[in-house]
T-cell receptor, first 114, second 111 residues
Framework: AQSVTQLDSQVPVFEEAPVELRCNYS??????LFWYVQYPNQGLQLLLK??????LVKGINGFEAEFNKSQTSFHLRKPSVHISDTAEYFC????????????FGSGTRLLVRP | DTGVSQDPRHKITKRGQNVTFRCDPI?????LYWYRQTLGQGPEFLTY????????KSRLLSDRFSAERPKGSFSTLEIQRTEQGDSAMYLC?????????FGPGTRLTVT
C-alpha cells in the first residue's frame, strides 16, 4: 500500500519570496511521483512528474521538485512566487503496476501575499 | 483536443435519491479513472477502466456505487440511495499511460 504525507496544510509567503512545499511518501513498491495544482473551481493540472533518471525535475510555471529516495521525499520548490501561484498543491504517487492509479496527499494551500 | 468533460458540474439532491454523473474522456485515451474529493482532502481513488473493462474498485466504492464505461468511450458513475456522507466533488481523469488529465469535477450536495 502507498501513502502520501503533506505536513503543511497552509503555507503563507510574500510575493517574490522562495517557497518549498514538503511531501513524504511511503510505499512497499516502486512508485512514480507527481505534483498537481488545483486553482479555485478548476480541475487538477499536472505541474511535474518524476519517473526515473535525474532526481531534479522541472515543471511548468517555474516549479521544480527533487526526488530523494533515502528520505522518501519529493519536495516542490519555486525560487520566486507570484500572486497567481495562490492555489492548492497536491503531491501524489502512482505504483509502478498496470493501474497507474494516483494516491494523493491531503494538499497544501499556498497563499501568496503582496 | 477538448479535454476531459464532466456533466453536470453541480448536483443537489435529497437524501435517498439516485444520481448519475457522466464523464467524457479525451478521445484517444483508453484509461478512465474516478476519484472523490471531500473538503480539505486530496482526491481518493474510486475505480478505473481500461477500455470498457473495470479493472479495479476501491473499498470506498460501496454497493450503492456503480460505474460503467460502455464501448470504452464515456463513463457514468451512479450513486443509489444517496447519503449526506456522499457529498463531495467527483473527479474523472483519463490517460494513455501514467499521465492523467482531469476534468473539472461534479460537485454533489446531498441535503
Amino acid at each position: 500500500a502507498q501513502s502520501v504525507t503533506q505536513l503543511d496544510s497552509q503555507v503563507p509567503v510574500f510575493e517574490e519570496a522562495p517557497v518549498e512545499l514538503r511531501c513524504n511518501y511511503s510505499s512497499s513498491v516502486s512508485v512514480y511521483l507527481f505534483w498537481y495544482v488545483q486553482y479555485p473551481n478548476q480541475g487538477l493540472q499536472l505541474l511535474l512528474k518524476y519517473l526515473s533518471g535525474s532526481t531534479l525535475v522541472k515543471g511548468i510555471n517555474g516549479f521544480e521538485a527533487e526526488f530523494n529516495k533515502s528520505q522518501t521525499s519529493f519536495h516542490l520548490r519555486k525560487p520566486s512566487v507570484h500572486i497567481s501561484d495562490t492555489a492548492e498543491y497536491f503531491c501524489a504517487v502512482s505504483p509502478q503496476d498496470s493501474s497507474y492509479k494516483l494516491i494523493f496527499g491531503s494538499g497544501t494551500r499556498l497563499l501568496v501575499r503582496p | 483536443d477538448t479535454g476531459v468533460s464532466q456533466d453536470p458540474r453541480h448536483k443537489i439532491t435529497k437524501r435517498g435519491q439516485n444520481v448519475t454523473f457522466r464523464c467524457d474522456p479525451i478521445s484517444e485515451h483508453n484509461r478512465l479513472y474516478w476519484y472523490r474529493q471531500t473538503l480539505g482532502q486530496g482526491p481518493e481513488f474510486l475505480t478505473y477502466f481500461q477500455n470498457e473493462a473495470q479493472l479495479e474498485k476501491s473499498r470506498l466504492l460501496s454497493d450503492r456505487f456503480s460505474a460503467e464505461r460502455p464501448k470504452g468511450s464515456f463513463s457514468t458513475l451512479e450513486i443509489q440511495r444517496t447519503e449526506q456522507g456522499d457529498s463531495a466533488m467527483y473527479l474523472c481523469a483519463s490517460s494513455i499511460n501514467y499521465e492523467q488529465y482531469f476534468g473539472p469535477g461534479t460537485r454533489l450536495t446531498v441535503t
